[in-house]
């Protein structure tokens, strides 16, 4: 059964950068037909697909986020990671990571990572 | 984008209870539609996906039907766990997008 775990700092200052990052077991993230993504959702609200990231290392980015945020993989550490430029209070929200099967839905997500933006 | 907007954003119904939820795309996206449950303090589920197609281990009291830019989701014969809130998405385009939810109270 594959597994996600999302790690990275609850706490970040404005301007700064989140770096979060997605610990996959139970499966090998460099193999099969799956991508890896990111999902946002501020308290209350909806979900914000952030973007996903490809075994071959090819990222899709959510063009209202684009110029803030890269999504690399590593698959020798079974990982993908999101780091999140020029935080403000806006960012505040809960993380998770999750596998896409392509063109049907995210099927496996992590439990989430809060992540509050503030002095 | 693809805008998803779902309806009703709340419903209140009872166990036992049949109940739909609507999901409209503002362009055409063939039966490329999947349906999630997601609980308090949880990640969110995946129910449904290419609009009709059960996930393997979910309840057949969950369906889901249409293509093109109507969508539906039904929960038949309503069980205390299915009280939560459901979203749409879809995986036909980039962005990828997710309709606003709808919640599922208990009456």
């Known amino acids: 059964q594959v597994q996600l775990q999302e790690s990275g700092p609850g706490l970040v200052k404005p301007s700064q950068t989140l770096s979060l990052t997605c610990t996959v077991s139970?499966?090998?993230?460099?193999?099969?037909?799956?991508?890896w993504s990111w999902v946002r959702q501020p308290a209350g609200q909806g979900l914000e697909w952030i973007g996903h990231?490809?075994?071959?290392?090819?990222?899709?980015?959510n063009p209202s986020l684009q110029s803030r945020i890269t999504i690399s993989i590593d698959t020798s550490r079974n990982r993908f990671s999101l780091n999140l430029t020029s935080l403000t209070a806006a960012d505040t929200a809960m993380y998770f990571c999750?596998?896409?099967?392509f063109g049907q839905g995210l099927d496996h997500w992590g439990q989430g990572t809060l992540v509050t933006v503030s002095s | 984008d693809i805008q998803l907007t779902q309806s009703p954003s709340f419903l209140s119904a009872s166990v036992g209870d049949r109940v739909t939820i609507t999901c409209r795309a503002s362009?055409?996206?063939?039966?490329?539609l999947a349906w999630y449950q997601q609980k308090p303090g949880k990640a969110p589920k995946l129910l449904i996906y290419?609009?009709?197609t059960l996930e393997s281990g979910v309840p057949p009291r969950f369906s889901g039907s249409g293509s093109g830019t109507v969508f539906t989701l039904t929960i038949t014969n309503l069980q205390p766990e299915d009280f939560a809130t459901y979203y749409c998405?879809?995986?036909?385009?980039?962005?990828?997008?997710f309709g606003g939810g709808t919640k599922v109270e208990i009456k």
């Open positions: 999750a596998r896409v099967r």
């Open positions: 139970g499966g090998s993230i460099g193999s099969g037909s799956y991508y």
């Open positions: 990231i490809y075994h071959s290392g090819s990222p899709t980015y």
């Open positions: 362009q055409g996206i063939r039966s490329y």
């Open positions: 290419l609009a009709s």
């Open positions: 998405q879809q995986p036909y385009n980039y962005p990828l997008t």
